[in-house]
């Protein structure tokens, strides 16, 4: 079985580790790893394939930059040509990207079937281009891979179950990630404190409205001067955003970290804040409470379970969310994600089980 996979963005080279490794044990299938070059520099591209031994890229496109429509349309060019040449039985596309977008439209006009791996999410606010990519992509998938029973929930609410497509609850790829490579965790070469938070800002949400960026950058002083150290890797659009407003975030700000590092960090820190996706299972996955930079999250299941702190951008939620977050203790259930199996039940789903 010849299959294209589709990366382009840095928690799609990380799920990608997960998956493909599993692939190779699979003699029937023959992957091919296409990366797009939406996340391009050293930090946020090249150490994760060099650290997670993801196969070296069969095509990279380097489309980055530019406007949504216009990044998703050079994108489209691209993989309708290499679909072309190519011609594989299925096209695996992953998350939430303007890359997993691309890749599943260009395949599914092609009648190439698509399988989506964290397919479900729903975040209910259509104003994420992330919500937009991941409803288009569901639309026109074939396999549609849920990492939790809301995501399966979600899908047939939206009637998924009365069309020509498979769900399967697979659990989440990001558990396997993090199981398969938390032995090779490396603490970053950097001064830390005993006890830190650490803190990931990029979503668009926050980055891109002043306002809501000028609140977060002040909660995360505040939590920073009355609660406890923060460490932030930054994240090159925040950087950027926090320059152009000219505002003064008086964290500890390190480059972006490859995911060996970020992973001794988690395991490190007494507490995370984040907008990040990934970074919210992280945190719970570690046993650590996370505060939610955002208004809502497509992981209820975090925020039912009493470990995730949804507080939007608001400086007194988050700073009563971090007193109360740092004296909570709980054991996560790692059964609600699948239990680190996701990779092996695609796998097996695909060359056995369709
Ligand atoms: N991550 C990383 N280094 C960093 C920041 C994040 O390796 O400096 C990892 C993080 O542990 C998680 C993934 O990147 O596995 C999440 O990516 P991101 O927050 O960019 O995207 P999201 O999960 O929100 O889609």
């Not at 990492?147 to 069309?163: G, S």
């Not at 949400?205 to 009355?226: F, G, H, K, M, Y």
Request: proline share 5%; with cysteine.
């Amino acid at each position: 079985m010849k299959i294209v996979s589709v990366v382009g963005a840095r928690p799609q080279f990380i799920k990608a580790a997960a998956v493909s490794r599993v692939f190779l044990e699979f003699s029937e299938i023959d992957e091919k790893v296409v990366h797009t070059g939406q996340h391009f520099d050293a930090g946020m591209s090249d150490i994760f394939f060099d650290e997670l031994g993801i196969p070296e890229p069969a095509a990279r496109f380097d489309i980055s930059g530019g406007t949504h429509g216009a990044m998703t349309g050079r994108m489209l060019m691209a993989m309708d040509e290499l679909l072309s040449e190519h011609r594989p039985d299925l096209v695996l596309v992953y998350g939430d990207t303007n890359s997993t977008l691309a890749g599943a439209l260009s395949a599914a006009k092609m009648h190439i079937p698509v399988a989506h791996v964290e397919a479900g999410l729903r975040s209910f606010n259509m104003k994420m281009p992330e919500e937009i990519n991941r409803i288009l992509t569901d639309n026109i998938s074939r396999y549609l891979y849920c990492p939790t029973d809301q995501a399966v929930t979600n899908l047939t609410d939206e009637r998924y179950d009365n069309r020509d497509c498979d769900i399967l609850l697979t659990g989440d790829v990001m558990l396997d990630a993090m199981q398969g490579f938390s032995p090779l965790a490396r603490k970053p070469d950097i001064d830390l404190p005993s006890k830190f938070a650490l803190a990931t800002v990029h979503r668009a949400e926050n980055t891109d409205e002043p306002d809501r960026l000028a609140q977060i950058v002040s909660s995360l002083n505040n939590v920073q001067r009355e609660t406890l150290p923060i460490v932030m890797p930054l994240h090159p659009r925040t950087r950027n955003a926090i320059a152009s407003s000219n505002l003064d975030l008086e964290v500890t700000i390190i480059d972006p970290v490859g995911y060996l590092e970020m992973l001794w960090l988690l395991r490190s820190a007494d507490l995370v804040l984040t907008d990040s996706g990934g970074l919210q299972k992280e945190a719970y996955f570690c046993g650590k409470p996370c505060i939610t930079l955002r208004d809502e999250t497509e992981w209820v299941e975090l925020v039912e379970a009493g470990a995730n702190f949804l507080t939007g951008a608001q400086g007194s939620e988050i700073s009563k969310a971090a007193q109360l977050a740092l004296e909570l203790e709980f054991e996560p259930n790692l059964a609600l994600f699948g239990g680190g199996n996701c990779a092996k039940r695609i796998a097996e789903h695909l060359t056995r089980g369709r």
